[in-house]
Antibody, heavy 128, light 106 residues
Framework: QVQLVQSGGEVKKPGASVKVSCKTSGYTFNGYYINWVRQAPGQGLEWLGRIHPNDGATNYGRRFQGRITVTRDTSTGTSYLQLDSLRSDDTAVYYC?????????????????????WGQGTLVIVSS | DIQMTQSPSTLSASVGDRVTITCRANETIDGFLSWYQQKPGTAPKALIYGASNLQSGVPSRFSGSGSGTDFTLTITSLQPEDFATYYCQQSYSTQYTFGQGTKLEI
């Protein structure tokens, strides 16, 4: 079955970097974007960025431009999120999640699939 | 960035009720709208994609509608397991965004 398994929790000091991994299995890696989404304690979902599995092209949320890097290793089906210059408000659960690359059109509208499978989440705590 | 605004932020309902949550984009997103359910301590679960397509395995009491800028998620005959937080998300642009969430409580 489809699985996205993330690395364990991290505690970091302000100004440090964190790197979270997401190992996928049970599906064709090349067919799905890997997205990264976070959720601060008691808050909503925030999209950080995504990577195209084939060419490694990335898109990042404007708030994170300059301090986020998402990469992938196609040989192992693993994606990595690195976030630099950590601040206390980066404390959150970080999720990786897959989304089918294809877009569809029908009935006069176009659409894409949903983010349909999620990792278990990785808690990153930023504290001095 | 495309801004997604959900209403209401909190919704009180009872088992058996029919409820509707709305999501509005500040510019057109065609049908690039998904809905998710999240329960405390767990990852979100996809309910609807393409504004109105039911994700595999999701009960038919969930339905979505809309296109362009205005969208709705409707749950008919609420079940106890439906009390959760619901999010909309646009994938029209290459900068995805989520709504702020709607907490459905008893």
């Amino acid at each position: 079955q489809v699985q996205l398994v993330q690395s364990g929790g991290e505690v970091k000091k302000p100004g440090a970097s964190v790197k979270v991994s997401c190992k996928t299995s049970g599906y064709t890696f090349n067919g799905y974007y890997i997205n990264w989404v976070r959720q601060a304690p008691g808050q909503g979902l925030e999209w950080l960025g995504r990577i195209h599995p084939n060419d490694g092209a990335t898109n990042y949320g404007r708030r994170f431009q300059g301090r986020i890097t998402v990469t992938r290793d196609t040989s192992t089906g693993t994606s990595y999120l690195q976030l630099d210059s950590l601040r206390s408000d980066d404390t959150a659960v970080y999720y990786c999640a897959r989304m089918k690359i294809a877009r569809f059109c029908g009935g006069g509208i176009c659409y894409s699939s949903a983010i349909d499978s999620w990792g278990q989440g990785t808690l990153v705590i930023v504290s001095s | 960035d495309i801004q997604m605004t959900q209403s209401p932020s909190t919704l009180s309902a009872s088992v058996g009720d029919r409820v509707t949550i709305t999501c509005r984009a500040n510019e057109t997103i065609d049908g690039f709208l998904s809905w998710y359910q999240q329960k405390p301590g767990t990852a979100p679960k996809a309910l609807i994609y393409g504004a109105s397509n039911l994700q595999s395995g999701v009960p038919s009491r969930f339905s979505g509608s809309g296109s362009g800028t205005d969208f709705t998620l409707t749950i008919t005959s609420l079940q106890p397991e439906d009390f959760a937080t619901y999010y909309c998300q646009q994938s029209y642009s290459t900068q995805y965004t989520f709504g702020q969430g709607t907490k459905l409580e008893i």
